[in-house]
């Protein structure tokens, strides 16, 4: 039982590129996200999906787009990569949210830096 | 909007004593959740604590147990025997229980560096 699992660990772009972050959960969760961790941050939301074939923006979403790809996969894809998305970008997944004591579980996170 | 809020960016402990982390939060719901993340150099995020806002019982997790007080809106964790393990950024975080509120993001402090000297 892997939890969450996020592909890649570290990537360098370059201004302007494109890269995909891919995340994976084998816990049968509903509801999977993606927050963003900046130095001396706490996490900030970029986009969720509450269920398989919805997404929604969260508090960070712009520059960014997702996809549900399946229950367990769910990936966030920069288009047109800015130094200012240089972070660390965590996946997560919980039973269903916004339900009574839901937790969230994390991936161990992918170190992009946009040069 | 929810802030949270995180007053020590740095604390420090010696193995096997007893230190605690502070936390408060603004809001203007009544039910909420709230959660202490630890995260080591390893940067994984893990879960230590949670807390429904409508129990007035403290949580408790072995060594970790947390300090609640809702009119005061105060959340802190202490961390009883300190171990070198323990050593590690620790995060408080909030969860809305109402879907107007946003129930389904958390909201994080800015953490604070915990390290534990042996």
């Known amino acids: 039982n892997a939890g969450v699992t996020q592909t890649p660990k570290f990537q360098v772009l370059k201004t302007g590129q494109s890269m995909t972050l891919q995340c994976a959960q084998d816990?049968?969760?509903?509801?999977m996200y993606w927050y963003r961790q900046d130095p001396g941050m706490g996490l900030r939301l970029i986009y969720y999906?509450?269920?398989?074939?919805?997404?929604d923006k969260g508090e960070v979403p712009n520059g960014y787009n997702v996809s549900r790809l399946n229950k367990r996969e769910f990936s966030l894809r920069l288009e047109s990569a800015a130094p200012s998305q240089t972070s660390v970008y965590f996946c997560a997944s919980s039973r269903r949210a916004g339900a009574v004591m839901d937790t969230q579980y994390f991936g161990p996170g992918t170190r992009l830096t946009v040069l | 909007a929810q802030t949270v809020t995180q007053s020590q960016p740095e604390m420090s402990v010696q193995e096997a004593e007893t230190v605690t982390l502070s936390c408060t939060y603004d809001?203007?719901?009544?039910?909420?959740?709230l959660f202490w993340y630890k995260q080591p150099p390893s940067r994984q995020m893990i879960l230590v604590i949670r807390?429904?806002?409508?129990?007035?019982q403290n949580a408790t997790e072995n060594r970790f147990s947390v300090n609640f007080q809702k009119a005061a809106k105060s959340f802190s964790l202490k961390i009883s025997d300190s171990q070198l393990g323990d050593a590690a950024m620790y995060f408080c975080?909030?969860?809305?229980?109402?879907?107007?509120?946003?129930?389904?993001?958390?909201?994080f402090g800015k953490g604070t560096k915990l390290t534990v000297n042996p």
């Open positions: 807390q429904e806002a409508y129990k007035q």
């Open positions: 975080a909030y969860r809305s229980a109402s879907v107007q509120g946003g129930s389904e993001k958390l909201v």
């Open positions: 999906s509450a269920s398989e074939g919805t997404t």
């Open positions: 809001t203007s719901e009544s039910d909420y959740y």
């Open positions: 816990m049968n969760h509903n509801s």
